[in-house]
C-alpha cells in the first residue's frame, strides 16, 4: 500500500514528529517500501487463528496491592529540563 | 590473560595468578588504546571499576570465591546504571543518569563484577550494523571498514578484541546472535521471560530479552546463571526455577536430534557460509547425533510480522520521550505542541522516527486488523510451526546470518536491512532461547552457527554449543591486530 503526503503528515503528527517538506518525500518513499515487505503477511489466511499477544500465553501476574517503592522527587526531578517546587515545568499551555 | 575466558580468568583469580585489580587495569588500558578506532564503549568506568576490582579482591583474600568476583564486564548501553550514563545509542538519552540500576546490572554487581563501562549500540537498539548510533558506527576488529552486526555491536566488538572478558546484549529480532555472528564470539539470547527486562530500556516489549555475549558456551552459562530468575518488578518475567547452566555442559549429543531447517538453506544464503555450517554439521555426526531437515513453512514471513509488531510496540515505548521529566529538549519551543515534535525530531535519528511512524500507522484506527492483529496471527504460526518441528528434534541448527559482516556503508536502503535478520527474527518472536557461537571461517571473516531450543530448553542448547567447542577451535581464533596482549 502506498502512502500519499497527506497521510505521511498524519501520521508524523499521531506519532508528534516533525517532518519537514523537503523530508516528506524521502519519509514517503521509504514507508512505502516498508509497507510493502509487511504486506507479504496478507498472502496468508489466517481466519482461524487465534493471535499470540505473548510468546508463550503467559496471563499478566497479579500481586498484592502493598507500598513496594517510595518516589524519591528529588533524585527523579534533577533530571528533567526543568523542574521547580516538585512541578515539571512546559510551556505555558493556556493563556 | 585478557584473551581467557570467564572460567579461566575464574581459576587465574582464584589462584592468585592475578589481581583484579590487574587485571581490571588491563582491561582499561586497553580500551584507552584500542577504543578510538573501534568505538566500542561510550563510557569507560575506569575509577569507579577499580574500585569494584579493589572490593572482589577484598572479598577473596576473605574466602569468597563466586565464580564471576572479580571479572571485568561490559554493559550495553541499554541497560539503567545508577551514577552512569545511559544513553541508548541516542542524542534523546545522551545525558541521562538513571537513578536505580537494571536487575541484570544489580545481579552482576551482587556476583562481584567488576563495570569497566557501557557499550555502543544502534540507537534504540533498532539496527543490524550499528551505524546508527548518535555515538558512531562501532567498527569490527575482523577488518574495520567492515560492521558488527547490531545492535549489541559495541558488546560484541568489546569480548572479541579483549575490551572486556564478558558483556551484555540485548536481542528483539537478532541483536545479541548476529552481532556475535559477525565479530566471532558467542552470544546467547535465553528464552523470552528468562531474563528480567526492569531497567532494560524498552523497544518492542513483547520481544526484547537480554543475554550474555562472550567467548564460549561455557561462559555463556556462567553469566546466565547469574541473570536469570523472576523478577518481581518485571511483570513478563517467568516464574521458574534456574537451573545451573554449567551442569549439563558436558553430557553427552550420543543421539541428539538435530533438525535443519530448509528454509535456512534456501535462496540469499552465500555459499562460504553454507560450507561452513555444513561441515559444523558433520562434526555433530562424530559426536553421535543425527541430522533431519525440517519444515518451518511459516519462517518467510517472520520478518513481515516482525515489522509490524516491533513498530507498533517501539511507538507505544516511545511516547514516553516528550522532553518533559528527562533527556533532550529542543531550544526555544513557541508551545507545548512545538516543543513534542521538535524534541523528538531532533533527539531521534532517522531510523528510530521510521519505525515510530510504521507502528503509529499500524496502530491507527481503521488499520489495527490489518496490521498488528494480523501480524499477531502470523507469530502464532511461527510459534506453531517450532512446537512441530521441536516433536520431532531436539535442536534447531542453522546459520546465524545469511552472509559474513558486510562493510560499512553499503546497506542503505531499510528494507535490506530487515532482511539481515532472516534466520533469527522467528527466534523472538516464538520467544524461544538461541546462540550464536564461531562454526568456521568464510573468506578470512567468522560465521555464525544458530542453534535453537525449545521453551526454557536453555541448558540443553548450551551444552550442544559446548559439546561442539570440545571439538573445535573457531571460538579461539581472534582479529590479529586486536588480539595480541601488549
Known amino acids: ?95 | 590473560m585478557i584473551e581467557k575466558t570467564v572460567a579461566e580468568i575464574a581459576v587465574a583469580l582464584n589462584a592468585g595468578d592475578i589481581s583484579s585489580v590487574e587485571l581490571t587495569q588491563t582491561y582499561l588500558d586497553r580500551i584507552t588504546q584500542f577504543n578510538g578506532e573501534l568505538n566500542a564503549y561510550i563510557t569507560v568506568c575506569a575509577d569507579s571499576a577499580l574500585r569494584q576490582a579493589k572490593t572482589a579482591d577484598e572479598k577473596r583474600a576473605k574466602g569468597s570465591n563466586s565464580p564471576l568476583l572479580g571479572v571485568p564486564l561490559a554493559h550495553k548501553d541499554i541497560f539503567c546504571t545508577n551514577g552512569v550514563t545511559t544513553t541508548c545509542g541516542s542524542r534523546m538519552l545522551h545525558n541521562f543518569v538513571a537513578p536505580y540500576d537494571a536487575t541484570v546490572v544489580e545481579k552482576f554487581n551482587d556476583a562481584g563484577a567488576v563495570m569497566l563501562g557501557k557499550t555502543n549500540m544502534d540507537e534504540f537498539a533498532m539496527g543490524s550494523s550499528n551505524e546508527t548510533s548518535f555515538f558512531g558506527p562501532v567498527k569490527n576488529p575482523w577488518d574495520t571498514k567492515r560492521v558488527p552486526g547490531g545492535s549489541s555491536g559495541g558488546s560484541a566488538v568489546a569480548v572479541a578484541a579483549d575490551l572486556c572478558a564478558m558483556a551484555t546484549g540485548t536481542d528483539t529480532g537478532g541483536s545479541i546472535r548476529q552481532p556475535a555472528a559477525f565479530c566471532g564470539i558467542t552470544g546467547f539470547k535465553p528464552s523470552y521471560g528468562r531474563v528480567s527486562r526492569w531497567g532494560m530500556i524498552a523497544f518492542a516489549s513483547s520481544l526484547d530479552q537480554a543475554g550474555p555475549l562472550c567467548k564460549t558456551a561455557e561462559d555463556a552459562a556462567l553469566m546466565t546463571n547469574v541473570m536469570a530468575g523472576l523478577d518481581k518488578k518485571d511483570s513478563t518475567s517467568i516464574d521458574k526455577p534456574v537451573e545451573d547452566y554449567t551442569a549439563s555442559l558436558s553430557n553427552s549429543l550420543n543421539g541428539l536430534k538435530i533438525g535443519v531447517p530448509k528454509q535456512h538453506f534456501a535462496e540469499g544464503l552465500t555459499a562460504g557460509v553454507e560450507q561452513t555450517i555444513r561441515e559444523a554439521l558433520k562434526e555433530y555426526e562424530n559426536l553421535g547425533a543425527t541430522i533431519t531437515e525440517i519444515d518451518l513453512p511459516n519462517n518467510h514471513l517472520s520478518v513481515s510480522a516482525y515489522y509490524v509488531i516491533a513498530p507498533a510496540e517501539a511507538s507505544a515505548n516511545l511516547s514516553r520521550y516528550d522532553g518533559v521529566r528527562y533527556g533532550y529538549r529542543c531550544e526555544d519551543p513557541a508551545d507545548l505542541e512545538d516543543m513534542y515534535k521538535r524534541t523528538r525530531s531532533e533527539g531521534f535519528g532517522e531510523e528510530v522516527k521510521r519505525r515510530i511512524m510504521v507502528g503509529t500507522y499500524a496502530l491507527s484506527a481503521g488499520f489495527y486488523d490489518a496490521y498488528y492483529r494480523k501480524a499477531q496471527k502470523i507469530r502464532r504460526l511461527i510459534k506453531n510451526d517450532f512446537i512441530d518441528a521441536f516433536d520431532e528434534v531436539d535442536v534447531i541448527i542453522g546459520p546465524t546470518s545469511p552472509h559474513t559482516a558486510f562493510e560499512i556503508g553499503t546497506k542503505t536502503d531499510p528494507v535490506t536491512m530487515y532482511l539481515e535478520d532472516i534466520y533469527t527474527i522467528a527466534v523472538n518472536l516464538a520467544g524461544l532461547p538461541g546462540i550464536s557461537i564461531p562454526a568456521g571461517m568464510a573468506d578470512g571473516l567468522p560465521v555464525g552457527m544458530h542453534i535453537v531450543g525449545s521453551d526454557f530448553a536453555e541448558a540443553k542448547v548450551l551444552n550442544v554449543a559446548h559439546q561442539f567447542q570440545q571439538q573445535t577451535d573457531w571460538h579461539q581464533h581472534k582479529p590479529t591486530a586486536f588480539g595480541k596482549e601488549n
Open chain 1, 1 to 95: 500500500m502506498a502512502l500519499d503526503k497527506s497521510e505521511v503528515e498524519k501520521i508524523a503528527h499521531l506519532a508528534r514528529l516533525h517532518i519537514s517538506r523537503t523530508e516528506a518525500e524521502g519519509v514517503m518513499s521509504r514507508i512505502t517500501d516498508i509497507l510493502a515487505l509487511i504486506d507479504q503477511m496478507q498472502t496468508v489466511n489466517t481466519d482461524d487463528i487465534e493471535p499470540l499477544a505473548h510468546p508463550l500465553d503467559a496471563l499478566q501476574r497479579l500481586r498484592a496491592d502493598e507500598v513496594t517503592e517510595v518516589i524519591h522527587y528529588d533524585d527523579l526531578q534533577s533530571l528533567a529540563p526543568e523542574a521547580r517546587d516538585g512541578l515539571y515545568l512546559v510551556p505555558k499551555v493556556i493563556e
